[in-house]
């Protein structure tokens, strides 16, 4: 029963860290490489909260907000000028990654930092003693599949943004604005970003670096999932069961490499991955 609940939570931390860099790879066709220093932003929202006496609800408001802002100052002035550009998109966002991460590194140090997780302790489940904040983490990532796919399906806003996806010439000839649609996803992406952050935070440490170990996972996972959030819930799924039983029984620095390599074999099988088309 722990395996089991360990593949579901290392699939609901992998959904939750991904979907920010799949919303704004969906829309824009570009890969944000500032995504891993978009999560430590969240990371130090959460320790900042936390560090001044204020519960882990004020922590994730200020991931938001920081996420917001982000989102809003990097699409402005570093993304929307390379929209035709996805290859100097790449080399900008990533460039601006490092700047991020130096930026912290001046503020709060190199040093690593802990935050005391807001559900302490230990569930039973069906027998078996598990952590309650892991747990807690199934349902935050269901609840945000739902809300999203809500928002992409039943929304103006997601009719538009399907539009953009689809065709974003014929979207503007029917009157779309696509210039916001694509500011609004890349805040979105970015708010998805530092609330993981903030989340995952507890479960692991905070210094400026603790992106970047979730980048190349989330790349790998938005490249063979292509541009559908169904599809990313299953390949977290599937590549999350398997990083787990790599870990668990062959060897844990194997475990690591898991989802770069099955995502590998998988585009090479099938070059467009679990996208449609």
């Not at 953009?164 to 708010?191: D, K, P, Q, T, W």
């Not at 935070?201 to 989330?218: E, N």
């Amino acid at each position: 029963m722990v395996f089991l609940l360990d593949c579901l939570t290392t699939s609901a931390l992998l959904f939750m860290v991904t979907s920010g860099l799949m919303m704004i790879f969906g829309v824009m066709r570009i890969i944000n490489f500032a995504h891993g220093a978009i999560l430590g932003i969240g990371g130090y929202a959460a320790y900042v909260a936390t560090a001044r006496g204020f519960g882990p609800g004020y922590g994730w408001a200020l991931a938001l907000l920081a996420g917001l802002a982000a989102g809003a100052v990097v699409e402005r002035l570093v993304v929307r000028p390379l929209y035709k550009r996805p290859l100097d998109a790449i080399l900008a966002t990533w460039g601006l990654g490092i700047v991020i991460i130096q930026i912290i590194v001046m503020g709060f140090g190199r040093g690593v930092q802990f935050i005391d997780a807001p559900i302490h302790g230990s569930t039973i489940v069906l027998g078996v003693s598990y952590s309650a904040y892991r747990l807690f983490m199934l349902p935050v990532a269901a609840g945000t599949s739902a809300l999203l796919f809500l928002l992409l399906n039943k929304t103006r806003f997601g009719t538009k943004t399907r539009a953009v996806i689809m065709n974003e010439e014929l979207a503007a000839s029917l009157g779309i604005n696509s210039e916001l649609i694509r500011f609004l996803s890349f805040c979105l992406g970015a708010v998805l970003g530092t609330l993981a952050g903030a989340l995952i935070s507890p479960l692991f440490s905070v210094d400026p670096y603790m992106g970047i170990a979730w980048l190349t996972s989330s790349f790998m996972l938005v490249m063979v999932s292509g541009y559908s959030f169904i599809s990313l819930m299953l390949t977290c799924l599937v590549f999350g069961a398997a990083q787990v039983v790599i870990s668990s029984f062959v060897n844990p620095v194997l475990g690591g490499m898991t989802i770069a390599v099955l995502a590998a074999t998988t585009l090479r099988l099938r070059s467009k991955g679990f996208s449609r088309g």
